[in-house]
């Protein structure tokens, strides 16, 4: 099978959410949970009109699937859902307040060290096998994050906690993947959207008046969730995980650079070293398929 175009909708996916922060930063000044809020409920709104109005047929089969489940698979299936719509909410929430009050390079941080994040938390929570050279990228990972701490100890809280978010929450996704994958994000933030409403009426602060803050939410809303969540859905039909899991480095290296030479963030000596760790531990992780992918090459020459 020819796997250019998934690779490319992978590439444009990653390569899109690198750029994240320029839907953010302009509106930084505005409170973490307000742009919450914004970007939550209009993407529900956007995920209910395409899939009504273009994927009734899949819905349809999402929902018999589940009524042909037994009555205790089905509250297992709920549980998680549930849990997953509270955790991707927990990981939207703390990544908008690591990018507009910490710093871009934080948040670069939190999806380097995920993939590795991932792979131990399966091993912990699903008894996944993770070879030596796997925990030998976990140790130096460990080093580089003690490294980072120094006179950056809550920075790396923050970066830490939107990484094992999003970890837990692909965990989860595992467990659910007999449903159509933008069926269940539409069903996971139409959960959000309803328990969060409280918080809403609550917490929500003067209606925004500025074009630019529409300008962004609307930037948010499709560059950086709805288009990429496409690509990302098709990239996964025609390429393996492995290949997924290098590629989806395009997305914090891409942060890492705008951090430096776009925003001009200060990077120190010690900083350095512990990226550089960081990118040693992701060489070794994923060692075992790029030398793989290597030797197919050769093979085929």
């Known amino acids: 099978m020819n796997q250019s175009k998934y690779i490319l909708a992978a590439i444009i996916?990653?390569?899109?959410?690198g750029f994240f922060s320029f839907g953010l930063k302009p509106i930084a000044e505005y409170p973490?949970?307000?742009?919450?809020?914004?970007r939550l409920y209009i993407s529900v709104f956007f995920l209910v009109v395409i899939n009504v109005g273009f994927r009734r047929d899949k819905i349809k089969k999402d929902w018999d699937l589940f009524k042909s489940l037994t009555k205790k698979k089905q509250n297992k299936l709920v549980s998680l859902i549930v849990g997953g719509s509270i955790i991707l909410m927990s990981n939207w929430l703390?990544?908008?307040?690591?990018?507009n009050q910490v710093s871009v390079q934080a948040a670069s941080l939190s999806y380097l060290v995920c993939p590795?994040?991932?792979?131990?938390?399966?091993?912990?929570l699903l008894k996944e096998h993770l070879t030596k050279i796997k925990w030998i990228a976990v140790f130096i990972s460990i080093v580089a994050c003690l490294i980072l701490s120094i006179g950056h100890f809550t920075d790396l809280m923050y970066s830490l906690f939107v990484a094992i978010a999003f970890a837990l929450y692909l965990i989860i996704?595992?467990?659910?993947?007999?449903f159509d994958s933008f069926n269940l994000l539409m069903t996971q933030l139409l959960?959000?959207?309803?328990?969060?409403?409280?918080?809403?009426?609550?917490f929500a602060g003067p209606v925004p008046k500025e074009t630019v803050f529409y300008q962004c939410i609307m930037m948010i809303v499709v560059l950086f969730t709805i288009i990429p969540m496409f690509l990302n859905n098709f990239a996964l039909k025609g390429i393996d995980s492995s290949t997924v899991g290098i590629l989806i480095y395009l997305n914090p290296i891409v942060n890492f650079f705008l951090a430096i030479f776009y925003y001009g963030e200060p990077v120190s000596e010690l900083q350095m070293a512990g990226y550089a760790l960081i990118l040693i531990a992701i060489i070794v992780f994923n060692s075992k398929t790029i030398f793989k992918s290597k030797s197919i090459k050769k093979s085929e020459v």
């Open 173 to 178: 996704q595992r467990s659910l993947n007999i």
């Open 94 to 99: 703390v990544f908008i307040i690591v990018m």
């Open 13 to 17: 996916a990653y390569f899109l959410w």
């Open 32 to 38: 973490s949970l307000d742009i919450l809020f914004y």
């Open 191 to 202: 959960i959000v959207a309803v328990l969060m409403l409280p918080l809403v009426f609550m």
């Open 116 to 124: 590795i994040i991932t792979t131990v938390l399966a091993f912990v």
